[in-house]
Structures are given as structure tokens and as C-alpha cells.
């Protein structure tokens, strides 16, 4: 496991990657992995000359094994990060702890650090990060699919997030949906069967929120898995 220097661009903003190799028939896991599934977990506050930093996540895979959905990575795990410095004339301090997980026949939890110095000029593994970022994950004017509704609906013990989603053509039968929101102690997020309609897509979460008595609407995220696909939308604003 090791960082990808990347390079700096243009605006001062670096463009790097942490890189998880993993042993044949190995797999780690998207933030939202599925039954079973360990998501990763990132910690950048040992980083240095760090004004903000994002992460931009590839398409990941859909594995059904044993009955069972997940979402991850096979063998390989290269997640693009955005950085902009404090300082644009100085180097970068990338200190990275991650916990992450890795299952084959087993799953194995894992912590570990990685860090790296990000020179301002630079330019190493450009390509290699630039084929993952033509895998990035959909989203913005890009994305084809719209959010026709979505109801939130308060329950005894959270709410019930039903979102509809329109496509210009018919969806695969195999697509569906993932609702995100920012976790809490002692909250969890349930997801529910998605149902494909023709060109229609209704995906639904119930949202277990301890002593939260309100959705922020625009801290919702949902993405959709189509066709080796997926398009990502934040907020749920209809």
C-alpha cells in the first residue's frame, strides 16, 4: 500500500492517490460496501500545508456471492485524491491513517499509515491516476439521470428517504440505488430493495437517527449502479 504522488496542476491544486494491491481473488470495499462488508475509513490530520482535500471514487464492482450483494474493489484499489494546499509555493505532508478491509474466503480488518511528501513540481503515476479518473463515479451536467421525488417520512424510531429517479432510456433490471448520510452515534442507515419501472427508479433507506428529529435534505446522498455504471447525486432536493 503506498501513495501516488500524482502532480499539481494549474490552479495549485495536487492530484494524488492512495494505492491498496491486494493478492489474487482479494477484494476491499466502496464507502458503502453492502452486507458484510468493511468501508474504508480515512484520517488525514497528521497532514501538513492542507487547506481541504476530497476524494474522487471509481466505479466500483458488484459482486453477488452466496446470496449476498457487496460493493468493492478486486486485487486492485487506487482512490484519486483532490488536495489544495494552504501554501502553494510549499510541498505537502500527506500523512494517511486508514482502516480499511480486505475478504476473500475470510475478511481481515486492517490499519495502517501511509505518507508521502507532494513536491510542487511533480508528476508521478500522472497516467496511471488519470485511468482511474476516466472510472470516476458520474455526477454534475454529466449525469443523464434526474431525481423526479424524493419524500422523507418521519417513523416511530427515523424516517423512511423514498427517491424517484428518472432515466432518458429503460433501466438495466439489475440497477439500484444507495442512500448516504452523514453518521452518528448510535444512527445507521437500512437499505431497502430498489424497484426498476421501465424508465423509473424508486430507492429507498430508512434513516435510524438517535434523538434527530430532522433530515438536512442536502447532506443526503444517493448513488445509482447501472450497466457497469454509476451516477452519484448530492442531495435530495425534490
Avoid at 452486507?35 to 471514487?57: A, H, Q, T
Avoid at 446470496?67 to 489544495?84: C, D, S, V, W
Avoid at 500523512?95 to 475478511?107: L, P, S
Wanted: glycine share 6%; charged share 25%.
Amino acid at each position: 500500500m503506498d501513495i501516488i504522488r500524482g502532480w499539481r496542476q494549474s490552479n495549485d491544486v495536487h492530484i494524488a492517490a492512495i494505492n491498496i494491491s491486494m493478492e489474487k481473488g482479494w477484494k476491499t470495499y466502496w464507502r458503502v460496501p453492502g452486507v458484510g462488508g468493511i468501508p474504508p475509513l480515512f484520517d488525514w490530520n497528521k497532514s501538513k500545508n492542507i487547506k481541504s482535500i476530497s476524494k474522487i471514487w471509481p466505479t466500483p464492482n458488484i459482486y453477488n456471492e452466496y446470496g449476498l450483494r457487496t460493493i468493492g474493489y478486486k486485487e486492485e484499489f487506487i482512490l484519486p485524491i483532490k488536495i489544495k494546499p494552504i501554501d502553494q509555493k510549499k510541498p505537502i505532508y500527506l500523512e494517511a491513517t486508514i482502516d480499511f478491509g480486505i475478504c476473500a474466503d475470510v475478511c481481515i480488518p486492517i490499519q495502517t499509515t501511509v505518507e508521502a511528501e507532494l513536491p510542487v513540481r511533480t508528476s508521478i503515476g500522472k497516467n496511471r491516476i488519470l485511468e482511474v479518473l476516466d472510472r470516476a463515479i458520474i455526477s454534475g451536467s454529466e449525469n443523464p439521470i434526474k431525481v423526479i421525488t424524493c419524500d422523507i417520512i418521519p417513523l416511530k424510531d427515523g424516517f423512511e428517504v423514498k427517491a424517484t429517479l428518472e432515466n432518458i432510456a429503460s433501466f438495466n433490471e439489475n440497477t439500484f440505488g444507495v442512500i448516504e448520510y452523514p453518521e452518528k452515534p448510535n444512527s445507521w442507515i437500512s437499505q431497502k430493495t430498489s424497484l426498476v419501472s421501465g424508465n423509473q427508479l424508486e430507492v429507498i433507506a430508512t434513516l435510524y437517527l438517535d434523538g434527530t428529529y430532522f433530515v438536512d435534505r442536502s447532506n443526503l446522498n444517493l448513488t445509482v449502479f447501472s450497466s457497469n455504471k454509476a451516477f452519484e447525486f448530492d442531495g435530495c432536493l425534490s
